[in-house]
């Protein structure tokens, strides 16, 4: 099979319980439950194979049955969405996995296909996507992940700092001279070889200190490439994000 007929399997984890906004996957979105926004992006994808919803609820996975989804049940005891993709790795078909957050109603299906069509051409272990950043408060913003990347493109560190410095330079001055800052946008694509090794990885000191579970594959010195991206997640994390995500929907749904 060439590169460009690889096709991956692709896993929205969609967990109900959430500390800032509960059951979150399941508000109303323009009619229809966040996640269900997810999954209608991921089929518009090209490079798609089969296409699963974890749920860790009966709530969800009856919801996610209801719009057509096929759904695989996780335990809730799962702390990410790596750790709830590998814990069911042995009833999912695929060699390429890609995993896609149950709370991305604007996810990009092109941005999908490129990091699939990423894996396949490097062969690479893991792989994600990286935006530049314009803003500098963006750089001193802890919730903004910053990605140090290799001149091929991989994936050498993430951090919550502003890295690389700049040595003797205000940061307000740091983007200019066409000098390029990435920051990480939290879509994963995975080898099953890298899934099937991730039960056997114990957490690692710079995963802990920065709290990026990414790190714990750098740490390791895995192969983790990248993808630029024009996409921004609009995130859902509290009510405020929800009223924001609903007049950003019902703006492009004007648009149409």
């Keep these: 099979m060439s590169d460009n007929q690889i096709k991956a399997t692709i896993a929205i984890p969609a967990r109900l319980s959430s500390t800032r906004l509960p059951g979150k996957v399941l508000l109303d979105l323009g009619g229809k439950p966040v996640v269900q926004h997810v999954w209608e992006r991921v089929r518009q994808m090209k490079r798609a194979g089969k296409i699963v ?121 740091w983007l200019a001279d066409g000098r390029t800052w990435w920051s990480h946008i939290g879509v994963y694509g995975y080898a099953r070889s890298t899934l099937e090794a991730y039960p056997h990885m114990a957490p690692t000191t710079l995963e802990a200190v920065e709290s990026l579970e990414q790190l714990r594959f750098i740490d390791r010195g895995m192969s983790f490439q990248t993808v630029e991206t024009d996409y921004h997640p609009v995130s859902i994390d509290t009510q405020e994000d929800l009223e924001n995500a609903r007049k950003l929907f019902a703006c492009r749904a004007a648009e149409k």
């Design 53 to 173: 919803l974890l749920a860790d609820t009966e709530r969800v996975a009856e919801t996610a049955a209801a719009f057509g989804a096929d759904v695989v049940m996780t335990s809730p005891e799962c702390r990410s969405g790596t750790e709830r993709l590998a814990s069911v790795l042995p009833q999912l078909a695929g060699e390429i996995f890609l995993n896609v957050q149950g709370d991305e109603p604007f996810i990009v299906p092109e941005l999908l296909d490129a990091l699939v069509a990423r894996m396949a051409e490097t062969r690479c272990e893991l792989v994600t996507a990286v935006a530049k950043i314009s803003d500098p408060a963006k750089l001193l913003n802890p919730n903004v992940v910053k990605v140090v990347r290799a001149s091929d493109g991989r994936a050498i560190y993430f951090s919550r700092s502003p890295v690389p410095h700049l040595r003797g330079v205000s940061v307000e001055k």
